[in-house]
């Protein structure tokens, strides 16, 4: 089977075999991280540009250091350093780095839509590394990768994911996407933090903590946002703790070997105890590794091959 | 010159519908004859005589859509008087309100004699202006409504936001009753639009898009209901798009409250579903709801709570529109399209020929109080409608300066065929 798609814009439009295909040729990728030269061949006289329109510190380094272990040139642009802030369109800048011939555009944005935005408009493949509160596919993927790794499956899991739905790009993508490959996933908020049918998308709206995770295999929180404190979603980050707080207590009705994710940065003591985060089951390091496997497996598959059947 | 229109159906609801010739001369309707009676032209071409030949065609009561952004002065990048009014002409439309959020602000009258000077020089559709209630539609002070009436504003209206301060509401409702002149209310609660750019339901949820939910537009029309009530002003209220405020509006008018309101194509033909690939040509405030919102909008139409169809003409050019959807400018273009998708709902037997009449001239005219009767003496504003035209949607055939429609490439039956202003032709299908 060859990839066929040029761009990976969100998980919707991934088929199960798709996601597959990714996962294991993201397995296979993760090897050339543990060798003393971590770098292949593979991409080499390859250009990627790292697009980045939102702070970001922990993605951009996970695709820059994908990038480089395949010997792909990275360069990466920042919001500051992009004619943006001199008022030029998201659609003239990414022309204007078509004209340079890249092979991949990595695109973080603010505006939902941005990547499909300029998806149609280059010939480069574009990957989506979060676009506003729309689609977040490489983080859903690796999340997928490290369940598969450490329970050998998605289908028939509980996945239990906590924390601001409404304003989660991430959510929405794992949602989606543990979905897709049969999981059964649980979501839990407060009811300001709950996206108005987000149930369509493939999830069961559960009324409290506890139901959420009651036998959960996998439980995933979501970083509150303390830069929302002023906003009107919760009254305060101990309340917030106090009702959906992951803590040692709760943490006895999940399912034995649970294990718990957290796509970061993480608010200590605020969804998530120390020592929970600090736990056996705890794989949110493991994540970040992971992800630079899956973000391998992403350029290859796409600049790797030869031409796309949807390019255009 | 004389105009001598023949063949056609002659439509003015509750006064003319048959078979009839009607002659135009001096820019008046001189006369409605029985087909075949002695009239010029009868016996073939006379000089100075301009033979329309109209069979199978339906002609009416000059169309006006009271709700259109002209954008000059001061967004001619958008779209001029002059290409406003032939994208009006070529809808179908012999009048237009002009919305007041022009730069500067129509908000006093020196900006409303401009507009007017400007349309008149033009000689094409006629424009109707609207006022801002506040000054810079700032919502903080009254604009000099009486002096902008004097220089011919027929409403007022701080279109494109509302007008948050509910005391100042009810006193610009209670001036604006002694001097004769209703309020266009753009109902939206912007507390509650927090910032959305489309409507809040599953589709924004699956785009990742901020919704705006129903309650923005109903919470604002139920105030504005009761501040009617009390001062016994005119209310009209603009592109009304929920279910909630079709509603609202229909219990209010049976307990007699003073309340009239328009809705928009879009509204009775496209819901949020049908938000494609971030197109922000499918962005506008209020937003595409949904179809039960739609339904309830047809329901509205149907049984009069819908008074009349307004296109919420709003142009912007591809700088504002080609960009994120959530940066992208609020609003399509509507004119060269509001008569179309209007017809759809004769075609689909929701609304007769003569309600639909009523929606797109007649009512519309009562609100600003203009004439399109069409009876002996009365000025030649008409509208020849061919309603068996089936064409495709072209924006690149758009007389407007700006193409930002959702329509493109939908299959429409129904266009305007000729529209006569003041006894002129302003234009013509095939002579353009």
Redesign the interface.
Known sequence: MRFAKKDILDI?SLDPLEISMILDTAQGMKEISERPVKKVPTLRGKTIVLFFQEPSTRTRLSFDTAAKRLSADSLSISKSSSSIVKGE???DTAKNLEAMKPDVIVLR?P????A??IA?RVKASVINAG?????HPSQALLDMMSVREKKGKIDGLKISIIGDIAHS?VA?SDIAGFSKMGAQVFICAPPTMI????E??GCTVSPNMETCIEGADVIMMLRIQKERQGNILFPTEREYATLFGLNRNRLGLAGKDVLIMHPGPMNRGVEISSDVADSGGSIILEQVTNGVALRMALFYLVAGGGRHADSH | MQILIKGARVLDPGSIDGQKDILIQDGLIHAIVDPGAESPGVNGPEPGLEVIDAGGMILVPGLIDIHVHLREPGQEYKETIETGLQAAARGGFTAVCSMPNTVPVNDNSQVTQFILQRARELGLSRVYPTGAITRGSKGQTLAEIYDMQQAGIVAVTDDGRPLENSNLMRRALEYCKGLDIPIFVHAEDMELVDGGSMNEGQTATFLGIKGIPNAAESIMVVRDIALSEMTGARVHFCHISTRESVEAIRKAKKRGVNVTCETAPHYFTLTDEDIKDYNANFKMNPPLRSEADRQAVIEGLVDGTIDLIASDHAPHSVVEKDVEFDRAAFGIVGLETSLPLSLKLVQDKKLTMEALVDKMAKTPARIIKASNDIKQGNPADLTLIDPDDTYVIDPSTFKSRSRNTPFAGMKVRGSAFLTVVAGKIVYQRGKE
């Open positions: 919707e369109t998201l659609i944005h505006s939902s839509g941005a499909h935005l149609g676009d506003g509160i729309h689609a790009r929405r996206p108005m049918g987000i369509k998308m």
